[in-house]
């Protein structure tokens, strides 16, 4: 069974968000999309400063067995990006929600009307059963 973890929320994309601090959010894939991706061998993401809008493809994320689109679940700035994931982008299967984050997010707007358009950890867990 997937690790949800109840005090993030989640796209129907499979990514998840965690407020940082302020406007800031962190995302990175669920542990659920990298079980199905197998091994993670390469990850393309957007560069720090890009602007990117929810719903939007803004990387890939490469396994062995297949290429997978990267969504940005906010709207806003980039404001850092995980640089360990060139070296090491099997960190994504071994702590996705953790040193395996991919991208931080000064949202546009405020935090919570974003977080509302997205899924809690419950509607998730509906949405992979």
Same mark, same amino acid.
């Given at each position: 069974m997937s690790e949800i973890r109840e005090? @993030? $929320? %989640?796209?129907e994309e499979h990514e998840w968000v965690s407020k940082v601090e302020g406007q800031t959010v962190r995302i990175g894939i669920t542990d659920y999309a990298q079980s199905q991706l197998g091994d993670i061998v390469f990850v393309e993401f957007p560069e720090a400063g890009a602007v990117v809008t929810a /719903? =939007?493809? $803004? !990387?890939?994320?490469?396994s062995v067995k297949t290429v997978s689109e990267l969504y940005s679940p906010v709207t806003g700035t980039v404001t850092k990006v995980n640089e360990s994931? #060139? /070296?090491?982008?099997e960190l994504l299967n071994?702590?996705?929600? =953790? /040193?395996?984050? #991919? *991208? &931080? $997010? &000064?949202? +546009? !707007?405020?935090?919570? &009307?974003? *977080?509302?358009? @997205? @899924?809690?950890? +419950?509607? %998730?867990?509906?949405? #992979? =059963?």
């Open positions: 005090q @993030l $929320v %989640y796209s /719903g =939007d493809s $803004v !990387g890939t994320i490469e994931l #060139i /070296g090491q982008p071994e702590e996705p929600y =953790d /040193g395996g984050w #991919i *991208f &931080e $997010v &000064e949202v +546009d !707007g405020s935090v919570e &009307e974003a *977080f509302g358009k @997205l @899924l809690t950890a +419950d509607a %998730y867990r509906a949405l #992979i =059963d």
